[in-house]
Structure formats: C-alpha cells, structure tokens
C-alpha cells in the first residue's frame, strides 16, 4: 500500500542510531493512537542488557520496490529496540 513505506522507518532508526544511540538505553515508536502501559514497559526493561540486540514487538510482512517481494519488518501499534539493536541498523 503506498501510505505504508518501511524506508521511512529505517530512516527514523538510522537517524536515531547515527546521532543519538548514546542518548537512552532503549528506543520506542509508537502509534499516537497506541495505549502504553508505561510502568509495566519500564518494569520489563528494567531486566533487560541494553547492549544486546533486543527487538519486542511484532515482525511482519513489509513488500520490497514494486511489492515484488515481501520481507521480514518490524512495524504495528508500537515496537522498542534496544540501543545495541540500534546500533545493529545503523551499521
């Protein structure tokens, strides 16, 4: 669908990784629409190493150029990386 374009999503990370990796631990995109229960995120959080590569959300199905080809994307209501998965985008 045109209204949905997964490049403006990796560049929302790459730009997050490029300038401000060092910023926070973990890093949230969320839906305005998108019920957060903030105190039961920072509690799960909590236990986990930023430094991994951690990814809590839903994968999905995001087309390549010309949907042709359907790829593995992380996308939906909200999702979080951690700052080591972070840095893993932006290489």
């Known amino acids: 669908h045109p209204k949905f374009n997964a490049l403006r999503f990796l560049y929302l990370w790459l730009v997050l990784s490029r300038y401000h990796a060092e910023h926070c631990d973990f890093f949230m995109k969320g839906d305005m629409d998108a019920y957060v ?15 991994e590569r951690i990814y809590a959300g839903k994968v999905t199905l995001a087309h390549g150029r010309g949907y042709g080809r359907w790829e ?8 979080v990386l951690s700052r080591g998965a972070l840095r893993a985008v932006g290489g």
Do not use: I, M, W
Request: hydrophobic share 40%.
């Open 37 to 51: 229960d903030v105190p039961g995120l920072l509690r799960s959080l909590g236990e986990l190493n930023a430094t």
């Open 72 to 79: 593995g994307f992380a996308h939906g209501l909200g999702y």
